[in-house]
C-alpha cells in the first residue's frame, strides 16, 4: 500500500503518513483487514480516496496570498452584483412562487412544511418550485450572456 500512495503522491513522506493514519483510522473503528471480504483492494481503494483527498487539499493550500486577495477582491465584487441581480430576478416573479421559492432557498423550508404553510399541496408547491427555479434560471442565464 505504501508503495501505491508513493506513486500517486510522489512524495515518501506524506505517502507513509496516509498509509499510517489509514491503518490507524481502520484500528480506531475496530476494521480488521482479516475480516474485509476482499482486503487488498478495499485498502488498495481507501489509500486511493485518500490521496486525491490529499492532492485536492494540497491544491487548494498551493494558491499564493497575493493572487488570493487580488482574486478575493474580484470575486466579491462580482458575487455582490450577482447576487442583486438574483434577488432582482426572484423579486419579479408572480406572487405565489416567488413565497415558495423564498421559503425553500432563503428559509431551508422543505415541501410538505411549505404547502402546511401556504395552504396548498405539495404537489402544488413542487410545480411552483420548479416553475419558479426554471424561471430564476433562464433569467440569470440571460443576465450572465
Do not use: W
Not at 481502520?26 to 486525491?52: D, M, T, W
Not at 408572480?94 to 405539495?122: C, D, W
Amino acid at each position: 500500500m505504501l508503495r501505491y500512495a508513493q506513486q500517486l503522491l510522489r512524495d515518501s513522506h506524506r505517502a507513509e503518513d496516509l498509509v499510517h493514519d489509514l491503518f490507524l483510522h481502520l484500528l480506531e473503528k475496530g476494521i480488521s483487514p482479516a475480516f474485509i471480504h476482499n482486503a487488498e483492494a478495499y485498502l488498495k481503494r481507501a489509500v486511493y480516496l485518500r490521496c486525491i483527498r490529499t492532492l485536492t487539499a494540497k491544491k487548494t493550500t498551493a494558491l499564493t496570498v497575493d493572487t488570493l486577495s487580488t482574486h478575493e477582491t474580484e470575486n466579491r465584487v462580482y458575487f455582490r452584483e450577482l447576487k442583486s441581480l438574483h434577488l432582482k430576478t426572484v423579486q419579479s416573479l408572480p406572487e405565489r412562487q416567488k413565497n415558495v421559492y423564498i421559503l425553500h432557498y432563503f428559509a431551508g423550508y422543505n415541501k410538505t412544511e411549505m404547502a402546511r404553510i401556504l395552504h396548498a399541496s405539495p404537489k402544488t408547491i413542487k410545480k411552483q418550485l420548479q416553475t419558479s427555479k426554471q424561471k430564476v434560471r433562464i433569467s440569470m442565464m440571460q443576465l450572465r450572456a
